[in-house]
């Protein structure tokens, strides 16, 4: 950390224990008074409505996100606590200025959060995962880590997350970064195996380190795709983690098979009384020459899933847990997020690609830096083709606009980046051809009648560059 960092979360903790004791001796009257700090804090990074928005539902007994925060000041440790307010309060509002700045200096995306495979190894083999296939040889050194997390802080990235693999087969590595970059907030995706009561000490110790449990459903779902006995696994490694104050959520496979038992309420219900805070969604993606189409949720399915996934968030109705669903949420994020415009993902080889479901790359990182592989061809292609539909219910350039895909892998010459049998981008996106052209007309209908706030969005298209690359080829 350079010295105006320290100097700064110094200051910082000094307000932030305190308020947190004081405010753990009665939560329900003093959340406002959380808010206030947080807002502190963050300072302009983020618009003061936001902070307002939280303020309202923190004073409401009733709000379920009052009551997730409650749980989370109750049932979280200390240090828990401070090392992610830290983090997110200071690290992560600094560096979204600083995102933005960029993005105008270098005009190209620059994300908000970095995606790392730290190892192909994994110990279980799911069905429909890409990962079970790449066998165990792949391994980024710390050395390789550290310089991806420098790199990125210098261009205003302080959100990293370690995929894989099963990316707790190198903990000792990633707590080595959580305690270097403490200014950063880190979380890893996890079938929970490795969780034990070591591990546990360490999370509480460096504070800035979240886990999302891979789960999907009640136990026969579950291990239906995870194989058996992971459903039990995963439930030990929550009830242990809860008991040591320690923040973790759940990541979700949703498919054809258990969309519904995913997002049932006896399912969501267990999930928070296991201490869970957040849920991760993800839509099944056909990767890979072993993928099962027949997976990929059907577009009645998906309706079901926008609407679903917005009820559950109700502030009044919900449940207490912050809930996402990357494929669903698409209009609060100007659709597509990959090729550096909110993320990018590195993968074990060290190939930087446009996206974790999405295996083209034309850099890696033993060759070029972060800001040239930005800048390079294919991420290009993604800055300058965003957002691949108007519709924000049709985000992505594989699953619901497979041409896309297709054309940009061609013309900026982008190899595939699978580990272990490549498959052409034509190959790919045929197997999604068949869901993208019977959920176009359903999501039409579903987006012509549902009311959406003005994105705020800037593309390249709004750029001077976009608007007289447009000029020009309409003259031609």
């Not at 099944?284 to 399915?301: N, R, S, V």
Request: glycine share 6%; proline share 5%.
């Amino acid at each position: 950390m350079t010295l105006k960092e320290k100097t700064q979360r110094a200051a910082a903790l000094a307000v932030l224990e305190p308020l947190i004791k004081y405010i753990k001796k009665n939560p329900q009257d003093n959340l406002v008074k959380l808010v206030d700090a947080v807002q502190r804090f963050a300072g302009p990074s983020f618009p003061a409505k936001n902070f307002d928005k939280i303020r309202e539902g923190a004073a409401d007994p009733d709000n379920v996100y009052s009551k997730l925060l409650i749980r989370a000041i109750n049932d979280l440790h200390p240090d828990v606590l401070n090392g992610m307010a830290m983090a997110l309060g200071l690290g992560v509002a600094a560096g979204t200025k600083k995102v933005r700045e960029n993005r105008e200096k270098y005009h190209c995306n620059i994300p908000f959060i970095t995606l790392i495979d730290p190892t192909s190894a994994c110990n279980l083999k799911c069905k429909g995962c890409w990962s079970a296939e790449y066998g165990h040889k792949l391994r980024l050194t710390y050395e390789e880590m550290e310089s991806i997390v420098e790199q990125g802080r210098e261009l205003g990235t302080h959100l990293y997350m370690f995929t894989g693999g099963e990316p707790l087969i190198c903990k000792k590595e990633i707590l080595k970064l959580c305690e270097k970059f403490p200014q950063c907030a880190f979380l890893a995706y996890t079938n929970a195996t490795l969780v034990d009561q070591e591990f546990c000490d360490d999370l509480r110790r460096v504070g800035n380190l979240a886990l999302a449990i891979s789960i999907e459903g009640d136990e026969e779902s579950n291990d239906f795709r995870r194989g058996d006995g992971a459903y039990k696994t995963s439930i030990e490694a929550m009830e242990l983690l809860k008991k040591n104050g320690c923040m973790f959520g759940i990541s979700v496979c949703y498919t054809s098979k258990n969309i519904y038992s995913v997002t049932s309420d006896e399912f969501l219900d267990d999930m928070i009384d296991k201490g869970v805070m957040f849920g991760l969604y993800f839509n099944y993606m056909p990767l890979g020459k072993g993928a099962l189409p027949e997976l990929i949720p059907d577009p009645e399915q998906r309706k079901y899933m926008y609407k679903r996934i917005r009820d559950l968030r109700n502030s009044k109705t919900g449940k207490s847990m912050f809930i996402m669903d990357f494929q669903g949420d698409g209009e609060y994020v100007g659709g597509c997020i990959a090729g550096g415009r909110n993320y990018f993902h590195i993968n074990s080889a060290g190939d930087i690609e446009p996206c974790v479901f999405i295996h083209f790359s034309d850099s890696n990182i033993r060759t070029h830096t972060l800001l040239e592989a930005l800048q390079n061809p294919l991420f290009m292609s993604f800055y300058k083709n965003q957002p691949f539909n108007d519709n924000h219910m049709r985000p992505c350039p594989m699953l619901e606009n497979p041409d896309y895909l297709c054309k940009m892998v061609k013309e900026t010459g982008a190899k595939s980046t699978d580990l272990i049998d490549q498959e052409s981008a034509e190959d790919l996106c045929a197997k999604c051809r068949k869901f993208a052209a019977e959920w176009a007309p359903v999501a039409e209908e579903v987006w012509n009648s549902t009311p959406h706030k003005p994105s705020k969005t800037y593309y390249y298209r709004d750029t001077p560059e976009g608007k007289a690359e447009a000029a020009k080829k309409n003259n031609e």
